[in-house]
């Protein structure tokens, strides 16, 4: 079965920052996608990246960017020039035709960021 | 265009009443995911339904729950005889079809079960 891990439970970044939040992931296909969410403390469920397993090239959208070292399995996210509107709960996902419709989450990050 | 629109947003249940959580999807969306959140832990799949069918209910316990998509209307999710153990967060997603694999859902705001 497919599992996803988010071994930080609690990360801080001070304002204007640059942060990586870590996420790590078991399986055994080879095509598969994964996602990083945000989930700020009105509950939204909010899409902020996406990866293709088959793309070498690491995904970026503007102040977030992903390494994603498929050998490795692994799939961390940095955000850049930290703001304090990216504080919230971070969730890194995992899908695949093996899963069918469905997403396996991580337990999540909660990203804290300092004035 | 609204979201995939929730309701209620807090629900408060004695032990052993019944819970109905609402879910009307985005605008010509047809499929519908529900996905429960328990404390300190990740979102967990429960039911994917289209119009009037389920599809895959795997994720979803055997026993007090189940889930309705009818042709009008939002989708139900629908606890019966709750326990303190259903205490959770309830999120919604939607997806016009079977979502390509890349496709991030739309997620709802969730719905937060509290079970006293």
């Known amino acids: 079965a497919q599992t996803v891990t988010q071994s930080q439970p609690e990360m801080s970044v001070q304002e204007a920052e640059t942060v990586t939040l870590s996420c790590t992931y078991d399986?055994?296909?080879?095509?598969?996608?994964l996602f990083w969410y945000k989930q700020p403390p009105s509950r939204q469920m909010i899409l902020v990246i996406r990866?293709?397993?088959?793309?070498?090239q690491n995904a970026t959208e503007n102040r977030f960017s992903v390494n994603f070292q498929k050998a490795a399995k692994s799939f961390s996210l940095k955000i850049s020039d930290s703001q304090l509107g990216d504080a919230a709960m971070y969730f890194c996902a995992y899908r695949s035709e093996g899963t069918g419709n469905q997403f396996y989450f991580g337990t999540g990050t909660s990203l804290t960021v300092i004035p | 265009n609204a979201g995939v629109m929730q309701n209620p947003r807090h629900l408060v249940r004695r032990r052993g009443q019944e819970a109905r959580l609402r879910c009307s999807p985005m605008k010509g969306h047809s499929h519908v995911y529900w996905y429960r959140q328990l404390p300190e832990e990740g979102l967990k799949f429960m039911v994917y339904?289209?119009?009037?069918?389920?599809?895959?209910e795997s994720g979803m316990p055997k026993e007090r729950f189940s889930a309705e998509f009818p042709k009008e209307g939002p989708s139900i999710l629908r606890i019966q005889q709750v326990v303190r153990g259903d205490s959770a967060a309830y999120f919604c997603a939607s997806s016009p079809q079977r979502g390509r694999l890349n496709y991030g859902y739309t997620f709802g705001s969730g719905t937060r079960l509290t079970v006293v």
């Open positions: 399986t055994s296909e080879s095509d598969y996608y």
């Open positions: 990866q293709e397993a088959y793309k070498q």
């Open positions: 339904l289209q119009k009037e069918n389920i599809i895959d």
